[in-house]
């Protein structure tokens, strides 16, 4: 028998998915971008947060699909339904994506975050993923303020 996914999980997940996988796609932007003084650091750093957010979001479409969902994350989808603030084209400065991915990693945690009392209302499991997902991103933005403050 086929799981029937819920239509509160599944918009959770969904949206999730969408968010995370814009993320990764900024993650690179600002990586390939970046100029100033401690280029090197936020590189890799930007690195290791979008191998995260990567895996992050193949647990999310595995969980859509282990529901019966049918996980979406094409690029189209993406342009239409993420909730992320986006990049300007052209070179970024250091200390200007500090911030903004700072940033963009509080919101996706935050839009989770809001997701989660009526996620778990129908599916712990779906739930505890996610929380675990909001809980590392907000690591992510600490380590890049605690990176940024360093100077």
């Known amino acids: 028998m086929t799981p ?5 999980v599944d918009k959770a997940l969904q949206q999730a998915l969408v968010d995370l996988s814009d993320l990764a796609l900024l ?5 390939w971008n970046i100029e100033g003084s401690r280029f090197r650091s936020l590189h890799l750093q930007l690195d290791e947060i979008v191998d995260y957010v990567r895996t992050a979001s193949d647990d999310v479409a595995e969980r859509i699909a282990t529901l019966g969902g049918a996980p979406d994350a ?4 993406i342009a239409a339904q993420s909730g992320l603030k986006q990049f300007e084209g052209g070179k970024l400065s250091v200390d200007a ?10 919101g996706v945690s935050d839009r989770i975050k809001a997701t989660l009392d009526s996620v778990d ?3 712990h499991l779906s739930n505890d993923l ?5 809980a590392e991103l907000e690591k992510e933005a600490w380590m890049l303020r605690m990176a940024a403050q360093r100077g």
């Not at 500090?98 to 990693?105: H, P, S, T």
């Open 97 to 106: 994506v500090y911030a903004q991915f700072e940033e963009l990693l509080m």
């Open 4 to 8: 029937q996914i819920s239509p509160v």
């Open 121 to 123: 209302e129908e599916d």
């Open 74 to 77: 094409r690029a189209a989808t």
């Open 130 to 134: 996610l929380i675990g997902i909001a």
């Open 27 to 31: 993650g690179k932007q600002a990586h």
